[in-house]
């Protein structure tokens, strides 16, 4: 069919009145002034508009503006490509959104730079939109100056072009006025789009960088703050907590061929289905889970122990009788031994023997039996005569396949059924721990995107600002290790001179630690500690049904025991094996580390302010009146390796020129020396020191019921709620609290400070923290944890091992956190390579804007000789 | 005259025609006065080859970093969109350079540890960039050359457009026109300026008129006849020309929106090929004075390293890493993108070289006979 508009100019051409009715149509082209709030919408219906450009381009009937326009669209398709792509590569979510973020503000900053660095100056000084937009008759929107040979002109009304002549200052005697201010607009427009391609190039990805990199932060508060609620959300939620989460439709397809394929037959080597059914492992628990798998695997696809049968071990007696007469060991002897172990008559005989040699075994292992029956027929110098022959015989591993191919079952529909069934149990476990990994990894986990490694960029950045370095400090610690401890205090002893100076830097770091411990408070611990019970119990259950013990137990574990203060009692015994337990004492710990990583810079500054008025030295004094070995010829030195190795390493525990400097000093010394650091003042004295407060303040009647109060509290739950009676009675809390914890107390009142915003007792944590410091560190080991410490092991069968030598455990590890040194050099890396790009960049940019704006101050000048050419400039 | 003749006949002819043109067009370079006079009246179609392209090329670059620029900062009259489009090369090798430089300029000033992480990283985003720019080009000749092929239609003939110069003001032209009056007379007249573009580029305005061959005996519409033929509207056609013109836009404006979309996804390509991990090597390359290599050997040696790179950083784009250190993600995404180039490049050209205007025509041709029984009625 021909179209409308084929028919109808047809008919008008041919029967019609052919003059009347072919005319042009009235132009309906107008300026867009689109006022910002429209600004989204219009992008929307444009991009809407582009996109149907490239629809009637595949149809071949785009025109030049739509074809045009269709640049626009697959620019935004690569670039979002590449956005995709390099998401991919990105490790965290945080570098992922990033890249996003890199996309949208080159279109951004594409768009704005000619809009805000040329045009808006223009406009402001002559009235001139150089960036103004129209759309023409047939709807196509286009710039006004694009083509500055074609100008529509008469979309413009003469107001507009009066007004526009005014701003610039065009005289109003000039010939042609109209003409001249036109002129001078299509001038400025033609240098202001000259200026916009010489600038462009440098400006976008300047500006680029410089938006993503302010954005940055802000965007990574976002996300966090999303991260944190949409994990609490599913948590709530509780669909986590719902049984029947499938495993990836891939890990099912290849599982459910694995079981088709060796249906019928016998499943020899475990290690497939092992890894099949581990679908979810993490590198971190994967080879304990993958054992407790094979040994309950092991179990359901071995012939039950009744299932025993004569033939087998007759087959068995016959081959082991031949080879090990072949290898000189008498008939009668092996005929004997089979006899005994009750292997030619009752099988109950036999297994009952095997379970004396191994009272804790459950299960019957043939292999194992037969290596005892060896070695129990072969004494041990005969083995070494045979052994050679008895291998090139029957070989060990012949052996053991003999028997393992006989303690096998055929894989039958029952067994894949059962084994269907854990694969599902395993897969829901999975799957609910990966709800409770991305809560936990909102939160607490070694990756960028935790709240942890957020905070601690936080904390890092603010001891940087808080104490004053200037960049080329910073600069300077960051490239030469030996340096960064040296500027460090220096810059330390400077503050600790100035009060006011001293406790606004002290205070400013500690907000942004408490921020911190806020969110991984004990409630934070206690949620994870429940969900944490509640998915293993959970599976425990499950597993235990379908007869997986060990993955059940390993999953499961013994619960902890806590004491009212929070300390697990039973740690050593429940960590066995256990699942659950791993990731809760993993989940402290990791807190643990970065609290004690973030308070040992606090210490520090406390320390020095301690040394520097003096407060230390009679700490020192106190100190040595309650260890008497202190009362030596020595002790000077003792105090004074203290300081000196305080100020040069900064707490460095690890490190092993302080042990050394320990040594000389003995370990009674060190150990004293710790306390003292750690705040941790004999009881007595501070007893003593108490009672002297709680006199002071109050009257002769109210000092004895304190002090009762106190002492009465302190002798039957401990010092720490002694000092509670007497704070609940409203004595000075600077006071006790420099009683508790030793610090100065202009340190203590900023640390109040700093926590009210937060509702945190920073001082009680960090009294808590030192404490557990001084028990399993300081008492425990004379060197403190080590550089290169190992995490302690844990294996399946009990014991947590602790690695010999250089090893400290787990704890020691997370007590002792990040040393000061490499926290300060890293922080100061980031943050000077941050500052060089920012300055360099920063600056360039300020330099381009500037000369840019400066630049269009010259644009539209028509020498005074043109202006009033009598022709004006037709 | 059978098919195969009239192509073979225009090919001929084409190239005497070619032959002839890039005489001349060197000729016009070389200064040779009488060519340039000729050459200066009219626009003109160029050859298609490499050295017209190379010729453009330098007069591009050349205008852009000097002419244009100086009389689009003096707001001269003379500055059109033409100029202003050309610009457009500037902020787009700029942008690539200064994109490097943000990734790479301070890397030096780095402590050695993260000097060596930001300098991998750059590099990559370095090449990342360049490979963008060279995908994005060559991957247009993954579809022009194809239709090219089956429908002889060069989407990117060049022709050399003739722009007569508007004088700046009336005072001036009666001024201007006596002095180039004068100039004609020796035949120098400077009131010309050349552009270049190629002759579909617009397809609301093609240059078809460039392609009539208008002299004398010459087969007036040769090329029409050509594509007619090759893409099955017959021989012999009365009006090869007009038969051919809608199909020829057709096909242009098909190509270019395949050209558009699958160009930057080619780029994208570039860029992931650009950050693969085996770029790494060609930091480890020494100076030719370590090496104690000659130069030739030296840079032989590294061109072999670079195709090694190469190579190895197509692999690992395909596959998303090295055997064992595999990126699930990079490795769907990556395909994913190639995927998307490919198939938009394959079906954007069969839907350009397509000819539906075979059953349009006959069925528009049926309807517009007027018949007693297909009357047509208004409205």
């Known amino acids: 069919m021909a179209s409308l508009i084929e028919l109808t100019l047809n008919n008008r051409l041919t029967q019609l009145d052919t003059t009347k009715n072919v005319k042009p149509d009235k132009p309906k082209g107008h300026l867009v002034d689109t006022p910002l709030y429209k600004v989204p919408f219009e992008y929307v219906g444009d991009l809407a508009k582009d996109t149907y450009g490239v629809v009637k381009g595949l149809r071949g009937k785009a025109n030049d503006h739509e074809l045009g326009k269709q640049n626009d669209i697959g620019m935004k398709l690569g670039s979002l490509a590449i956005a995709a792509y390099l998401m991919s590569f990105r490790p965290s979510n945080i570098t992922k959104l990033m890249e996003v973020v890199g996309v949208g503000s080159f279109f951004t900053s594409m768009a704005l730079w000619p809009k805000l660095a040329i045009a808006l100056p223009l406009k402001m000084r002559t009235g001139v939109d150089i960036q103004q937009k129209y759309v023409d008759s047939y709807g196509r929107k286009k710039y006004f100056y694009q083509d500055p040979q074609y100008l529509a002109w008469d979309l413009y009304s003469k107001e507009q072009i009066d007004k526009m002549g005014e701003k610039m200052g065009v005289p109003y005697d000039v010939p042609n006025r109209d003409e001249v201010i036109k002129e001078k607009a299509r001038k400025m427009a033609v240098q202001g789009n000259t200026l916009w391609m010489a600038t462009a190039g440098f400006a976008t990805p300047i500006a680029t960088g410089l938006i993503c990199s302010g954005l940055e932060p802000i965007v990574e508060d976002l996300r966090q703050k999303y991260a944190l609620k949409h994990s609490q959300r599913i948590m709530d939620s509780q669909a986590w907590f719902n049984a029947s989460m499938a495993a990836p439709k891939a890990k099912v397809k290849e599982f459910d061929s694995y079981i088709t394929e060796t249906m019928g037959s016998k499943i020899k080597d475990t290690k497939k289905l092992v890894s099949l059914l581990n679908w979810g492992r993490s590198q971190h628990i994967s080879p304990l889970m993958d054992k407790s798998i094979e040994k309950d695997l092991e179990k359901l696809l071995s012939n039950a122990q009744n299932n025993v049968d004569l033939q087998y071990i007759e087959d068995l007696y016959n081959k082991f009788s031949s080879t090990l007469a072949k290898a000189g060991i008498s008939k009668s002897k092996i005929e004997e031994y089979f006899k005994n172990a009750g292997l030619f008559g009752e099988q109950k005989t036999f297994i009952v023997r095997y379970q004396a040699l191994k009272p804790n075994s459950e299960a019957l292992d043939l292999a194992d039996a037969t290596k005892e029956i060896l070695d129990e027929l072969i004494d041990k110098k005969a083995k070494k005569a045979t052994a050679v022959s008895l291998k090139s015989e029957i070989g060990k591993d012949s052996i053991e396949n003999f028997v393992k191919d006989f303690n096998r079952k055929i894989l039958d529909e029952e067994t894949a059924d059962k084994l269907k069934k854990v694969f599902n149990e395993l897969s829901n476990y999975f799957n609910r721990e990966g709800k409770l990994v991305q809560w936990e990894n909102a939160r607490n986990a070694n990756s960028a995107d935790s709240m942890r490694a957020h905070s601690w960029k936080k904390v890092t950045n603010e001891i940087f600002s808080a104490m004053g370095f200037s960049s080329k400090e910073i600069e300077e610690m960051s490239l030469e290790g030996s340096k960064t401890m040296k500027i460090f205090d220096d810059k330390v002893q400077e503050l600790v001179q100035n009060p006011t100076r001293y406790q606004k830097a002290v205070k400013r770091i500690a907000q942004k630690i408490a921020e911190f411990d806020a969110v991984t408070g004990s409630e934070t611990r206690a949620q994870y500690r429940d969900y944490v019970d509640r998915l293993c119990d959970l599976s425990q259950k499950s597993l235990k049904e379908l007869g997986f013990d060990t993955t059940s137990s390993y999953i499961g574990g013994r619960p902890f025991i806590y004491n009212d203060n929070g300390v697990i009692l039973n740690k050593m015994e429940a960590l066995s094996g256990s699942l659950r337990n791993l990731k809760k004492v993993n989940f402290d710990e990791a807190i643990l580390s970065e609290r004690a990583s973030m308070y040992r810079i606090l210490q520090i500054l406390d320390l020095n302010k301690r040394i520097a008025d003096g407060t230390l030295e009679g700490q020192f004094n106190v100190i040595s009146k309650e260890f008497p070995a202190l009362f030596n010829p020595n002790f000077v030195a003792v105090e004074d390796t203290a300081k000196r190795t305080i100020s040069k390493y900064g707490l460095n525990m690890h490190e092993a020129k302080l042990n050394k400097g320990m040594e000389k000093v003995g370990q009674n010394a060190y150990k004293t020396v710790m306390r003292l650091l750690y705040g941790h003042l004999p009881e007595r004295y501070i007893k003593d020191a108490t009672l002297d407060l709680i006199s002071k303040s109050t009257s002769g009647e109210e000092t004895i019921k304190y002090a009762n109060g106190f002492l009465k509290a302190a002798q039957e739950k401990g010092i720490e709620a002694g000092y509670k009676v007497i704070t609940d009675a409203g004595f000075d809390k600077i006071e006790i609290s420099r009683l508790r914890t030793g610090m100065h107390p202009e340190t203590i009142e900023a640390l109040f400070d700093a926590g009210k915003k937060s509702g945190v007792d920073l001082v009680d944590n960090m009294k808590v923290y030192m404490q557990t410091f001084i028990e399993n560190v300081v008492n425990t080991r004379q060197d403190g944890a080590l550089r290169n410490h190992n995490l302690c092991g844990y294996d399946l069968t009990g014991s947590m091992k602790e690695l010999a030598g250089s090893a400290s455990n787990s704890l020691k590890n997370a007590l002792v956190g990040i040393y000061p040194d490499k926290l300060l050099r890293d922080a100061a890396n980031e943050i000077s390579n941050r500052g060089k790009w920012l300055r360099k960049f920063g600056l360039g940019g300020a330099a381009l804007l500037t000369g840019t704006v400066l630049a269009t101050m010259f644009f539209g000048h028509l020498p005074k000789k043109e202006m009033y050419m009598k022709d004006g400039n037709k | ?379």
């Open chain 2, 1 to 379: 005259m059978s098919k195969i003749s009239a192509i073979t006949s225009f090919k001929q002819n084409n190239t005497k025609v070619a032959e002839t043109q890039t005489k001349s067009n060197s000729a016009y370079y070389h200064d040779e006065e009488r060519a340039k006079r000729e050459e200066l009246k009219e626009s003109k179609i160029l050859p298609d080859t490499f050295k017209t392209k190379f010729n453009i090329a330098t007069h591009k670059v050349a205008n852009t970093l000097s002419v244009y620029p100086t009389k689009g900062f003096a707001g001269d009259k003379n500055s059109n969109f033409y100029e202003f489009l050309t610009m457009g090369m500037f902020p787009y090798v700029t942008g690539g350079l200064t994109f490097i430089a943000l990734f790479n300029g301070i890397t030096k000033h780095f402590s050695p540890k993260y000097a060596e992480k930001a300098g991998k990283y750059g590099l990559g985003m370095a090449l990342g960039v360049i490979f963008y720019g060279i995908a994005k080009e060559v991957s247009k000749k993954l579809i022009s050359v194809p239709v090219k092929m089956k429908t002889g239609i060069n989407m990117d003939e060049p022709y050399r457009k003739v722009i007569d110069l508007i004088p700046r003001n009336c005072e001036e032209a009666t001024k201007e026109q006596e002095r180039q009056e004068k100039l004609k007379a020796e035949g120098k007249e400077d009131n010309k300026a050349f552009e270049y573009h190629t002759t579909f580029e617009s397809v609301d305005f093609p240059r078809m008129d460039l392609y009539y061959k208008t002299g004398k005996g010459e087969n007036r519409n040769e090329y029409f006849d050509m594509i007619a033929e090759k893409n099955g509207f017959g021989t012999n056609l009365p009006d090869s020309d007009q038969e051919v013109k809608p199909f020829i836009k057709e096909v242009v404006t098909k190509a270019r929106t395949a050209q558009t979309l699958s160009q930057y996804l080619w780029a994208a390509v570039g860029l992931g090929i650009g950050v693969q991990k085996p770029w790494g090597k060609l930091l480890n390359i020494k100076t030719p004075k370590y090496t104690g290599d000659s130069v030739f050997k030296y840079i032989g040696k590294n061109i072999k390293t670079f195709g090694a790179c190469f190579k190895d950083s197509c692999v690992e784009f395909f596959n998303g890493g090295v055997k064992g250190a595999i990126n699930p993600k990079a490795k769907v995404a990556g395909r994913a993108i190639l995927g998307l180039a490919v198939l938009t490049t394959v079906l954007g050209t069969l839907n350009a070289v397509r000819n539906p205007y075979m059953n349009r025509q006959k069925s528009t041709d049926n309807n517009n006979v007027f018949t007693n029984n297909n009357k047509v009625q208004e409205g």
